[in-house]
């Protein structure tokens, strides 16, 4: 089993849908989470950090559960500039390193 | 302009040689790290430094090796042993190791000839 685990889509979703995305993490001592996007053929940038209380940035919003241990990226009102991979990221602060997961694809359709 | 810079954009590799992967950064970071990203897959850990003359095996280190003997530069040898290196590769630096937000460069794309 994987440490970070994703549902890798492909979601296909129109203008204007909410989608969701899980994902699901196995070492309970993870101390930092975080979202990332990656465009086709780019380096990875930083959407959102996740914290234990949730937040919310414009049409994004980000959940931490830690008693089951996922998080979750919520898009409200999908952009085609929406259109990328999502990659969800898992730190560990005593094993000095992050996990990425393999990434969600996210395909907005006119 | 701060940031993470990668050279070259393109490499090729013939079969025997070892190449090295350029990673410089001006944003006074302490942790550097090495990525490889193979076609729709996520990012996989090869090194990963914490500090100036230091740094650590990640999960895929078979095959490369790494200096940090400044805090800026954080350069990776693709080496003849690594037998599959075709892959996009990504460096990253964070303030320190695992707490704060990674920035990448855009990468460097590794192909065999």
């Known amino acids: 089993r994987k440490e970070v685990e994703q549902d890798p889509g492909p979601f296909n979703v129109p203008e204007g849908a909410t989608v969701a995305f899980n994902c699901t993490y196995s070492?309970?001592?993870?101390?930092?989470f975080f979202w990332y996007r990656q465009d086709c053929r780019k380096e990875p940038k930083l959407l959102m950090s996740v914290y234990s209380s949730g937040n919310e940035d414009g049409r994004f919003t980000a959940q931490l559960n830690r008693a089951s241990q996922y998080i979750s990226l919520l898009i409200r009102d999908s952009k085609l500039s929406d259109s990328a991979t999502y990659l969800c990221v898992v730190t560990y602060t005593n094993a000095g390193k992050s996990t990425f997961g393999d990434g969600t694809t996210l395909t907005v359709k006119p | 302009d701060g940031g993470i810079t990668q050279s070259p954009k393109y490499l090729f590799r013939k079969e025997g040689q070892n190449v090295t992967l350029s990673c410089e950064q001006n944003l006074n970071h302490d942790a550097m790290y090495w990525y490889r990203q193979d076609p729709g897959q996520g990012l996989r850990l090869i090194y990963y430094?914490?500090?100036?003359?230091?740094?650590q095996k990640g999960d895929i280190a078979e095959g490369y090796s790494v200096s940090r003997e400044k805090k800026e530069s954080f350069p990776l040898t693709v080496t003849s042993a690594q037998k599959n290196p075709t892959a996009f590769y990504l460096c990253?630096?964070?303030?320190?190791?695992?707490?704060?937000?990674?920035?990448f460069g855009a990468g460097t794309r590794l192909s065999v000839l």
């Open positions: 990253a630096s964070s303030i320190e190791v695992a707490k704060n937000i990674q920035y």
């Open positions: 070492n309970s001592a993870s101390q930092s």
């Open positions: 430094s914490q500090i100036v003359n230091d740094f």
